[in-house]
Antibody, heavy 120, light 110 residues
Framework: QVQLQESGPGLVKPSETLSLTCDVS????????WSWIRQPPGKGLEWIGY???????KYNPSLQSRVTILVDTSKNQFSLKVTSVTAADTAVYYC??????????????WGQGTLVTVSS | QSALTQPPSASGSPGQSVTISCTGT?????????VSWYQQHPGKAPKLMIY???KRPSGVPDRFSGSKSGNTASLTVSGIQAEDEADYYC??????????FGTGTKVTVL
């Protein structure tokens, strides 16, 4: 079981870019699929996208035009950028690791989550 | 893709069985065996309870079980306990290597 920790600004202004990093410890990022999930306050979970350690990505079609996920194997971390944010992007953002090396969409390890508020 | 449909709430007395449904379409739940279930306590990160329809990760009590019939997946908690009171979410592969979550169900232990 690996440990994941999200980090980044807790407050972002409207129209700016949200940037978060997920540090992976207790295991190598050079295997498995790595995901970002978000949860608006009081609401349900939304899948944002994932990245394979090789760099291949897949995004939620509803967010695809604004989202980029990158991996840095030298730092054992991956990151999320969301451009042109609005209040609707206010949420707790989680990073997670797939339970299967081949990818199954099931996240067995999660970060604690970080709240990002979009406000001027 | 649209969120999978779950009942907003479910409840049961301690020791009873509680079943939560997760309804999708043939393009997601019905078309793939990549259905997962998560438990989320207030203020906490979700915890994986079931993956690939019916498999339990190590450490998850065997009172949690999953199944699927057609476009509907189900999570059953047999002999529900007080600590099982939480929100539960399903998720499924939705084609083209993307995934979708369910709307969530709040489970109350009476």
């Amino acid at each position: 079981q690996v440990q994941l920790q999200e980090s980044g600004p807790g407050l972002v202004k409207p129209s700016e870019t949200l940037s978060l990093t997920c540090d992976v410890s207790g295991g190598s990022i050079s295997s498995y699929y790595w995901s970002w999930i978000r949860q608006p306050p009081g609401k349900g979970l939304e899948w944002i996208g994932y990245i394979h350690y090789s760099g291949s990505t897949k995004y939620n079609p509803s967010l695809q035009s604004r989202v980029t996920i990158l991996v840095d194997t030298s730092k054992n971390q991956f990151s999320l950028k969301v451009t042109s944010v609005t209040a609707a992007d206010t949420a707790v953002y989680y990073c997670g690791r797939d339970s299967q090396p081949r990818g199954s969409g099931s996240l067995e390890d999660w970060g604690q989550g970080t709240l990002v508020t979009v406000s001027s | 893709q649209s969120a999978l449909t779950q009942p907003p709430s479910a409840s049961g007395s301690p020791g009873q069985s509680v079943t939560i449904s997760c309804t999708g379409t043939s393009s997601d739940v019905g078309g793939y065996n990549h259905v997962s279930w998560y438990q989320q306590h207030p203020g906490k990160a979700p915890k994986l309870m079931i993956y690939e329809v019916s498999k339990r990760p190590s450490g998850v009590p065997d009172r949690f079980s999953g199944s699927k019939s057609g476009n509907t997946a189900s999570l059953t908690v047999s002999g529900i306990q007080a600590e099982d009171e939480a929100d539960y979410y399903c998720s499924s592969h939705a084609g083209s290597s993307i995934y979708v979550f369910g709307t969530g169900t709040k489970v109350t232990v009476l």
